[in-house]
């Protein structure tokens, strides 16, 4: 049987992903791709990979982020590293946040890893 996929739900999940991107622009944060990988993923529909400057920035843009989609009504569903790891992941189910230095953005090479998501978005 295949599941039934509501287009309203699929614009939502947009929507809230451009929302997370337009909450971590307001935190300063740089090198912002936004990336749909629902072709790609089983586990997510969007994916954001972004830049921080130092470790308290990385901290806040967490915090800043976790309070805004709670606003919004989405709790993170899971958060793995913190902000001395130089790389932090929240989960919001459909939309996967990954907040990374500068260093660890460029050792892990998600941008490549995941060159077959289709590009929405991209803030340098």
Known sequence: MSKQVNQKE???VEDLARFAV???????????????????????DYMIILTVDSNRQMGAVVD??????????????RKEGNSDSGWVVVDFGDIIVH???????????????WSDGQSILRIQ
């Open 22 to 44: 337009d909450t971590v622009v307001d935190s300063f944060a740089s090198d912002i791709l936004l990336l749909k990988i629902s072709n790609k993923s089983s586990f997510a």
């Open 64 to 77: 800043e982020l976790e309070v805004e989609m709670k606003a919004k009504g989405v709790i993170k569903c």
């Open 99 to 113: 907040i990374f230095g500068k260093d660890e953005r460029d050792y892990y090479a998600l941008d490549e890893i």
């Open 10 to 12: 699929v614009k939502d």
